[in-house]
């Protein structure tokens, strides 16, 4: 996408460079060989490896997609230390072979927790530059209250999704606005926004991975050019982008998660948004994901060493 112009608004020639595990090699020739065939007027070359080192050479954008999924009968902690198989010499990686000013996003699930484990083993990569991909989580939420108002969902800004992305999340629709206008004095049912808007959000990739048979492909992605674009180019005057970020103590939270914040940025540089308030439901589901976050934090705990 970002190729075909569509994560920038200047002409700027890109290089995707694609890793894969070795086993996989062939399908990715084909991927880029699509690649190719899309003529995309602002792809300058293609570089496809099983070799992390020649991948992250130079880059200047590591979008991280992929992770070990969870399987029948294991238990989280065994997946956060298979999924440090795989962030630990990324971040290493990183770190020696990365532009110097290479920004991150982590996709792979658990997004926020792998995030701060190749961070973990980058330190000289500052930590504004880290980041954990919610914003799919923000359009789904975008998505269904436009649905509820009726309205284009062009007409939904200022969504925030809080802390881990999970089922522990926050979707709030309480900062939220629809055509310029508070979202609850559009959609008149308190019951419905802090209900089944909240469930149906949090448990979206659940629903799909039941339906198709596996996770969120195209929308996944659609949503990790939107989180490029916001950082690269800048959030709308007055309205803002979700994305895991390292928490400096921020509405409460314990500095050094990873932490689904609303961040306004202006292209160069971004920050939390501060100064939005929660009710006191808000704030127990605000606790609920930061102590699952701090949960997966100490699982990994030995594993953010890096002896």
Request: glycine residues 8%.
């Amino acid at each position: 996408m970002a190729a075909a112009a569509e994560a920038s608004t200047v002409p700027t020639p890109v290089v995707p460079r694609l890793l894969e595990i070795e086993p996989a090699m062939a399908a990715l020739e084909g991927v880029v060989m699509e690649l190719e065939d899309c003529a995309f007027p602002l792809l300058a070359d293609v570089v496809y490896t099983s070799d992390r080192d020649v991948a992250l050479d130079g880059c200047s954008w590591a979008l991280l997609l992929g992770a070990t999924p969870r399987k029948q009968g294991m238990e989280r902690g065994d997946l956060l230390s298979a999924n440090a198989g795989i962030f630990r010499p990324i971040g290493e990686a990183l770190a020696a072979h990365a532009a110097d000013d290479v920004r991150v996003l982590v996709v792979g699930n658990p997004c926020n927790t792998n995030c701060l484990i190749a961070r973990a083993h980058a330190p000289d990569i500052p930590d504004d530059r880290w980041f954990a991909m919610t914003r799919l989580d923000e359009n789904r939420a975008k998505a269904q209250l436009a649905q509820k108002a009726g309205v284009p969902v062009g007409q939904v800004s200022n969504v925030a999704i809080w802390g881990n992305h999970s089922a522990t999340q926050y979707p709030d629709p309480f900062n939220a606005r629809i055509g310029g206008r508070p979202a609850p004095e559009v959609i008149d049912d308190d019951p419905w926004l802090r209900g089944e808007f909240v469930e149906k959000v949090q448990k979206r990739g659940a629903e799909i991975i039941a339906a198709r048979g596996k996770s969120s492909g195209a929308s996944a992605a659609n949503a990790v050019v939107d989180s490029v674009r916001a950082l690269a180019f800048g959030t709308p005057p007055g309205d803002w982008t979700s994305m895991a970020v390292l928490s400096h103590g921020e509405y409460g939270v314990p500095e050094g998660l990873s932490f689904s914040f609303p961040i306004a940025s202006d292209g160069t540089s971004w920050h939390v948004v501060e100064g939005l308030e929660h009710d006191e439901e808000a704030r127990v589901r605000l606790r609920t994901t930061t102590e699952e976050l701090e949960l997966e934090g100490a699982l990994v705990a030995h594993l953010l060493s890096r002896s």
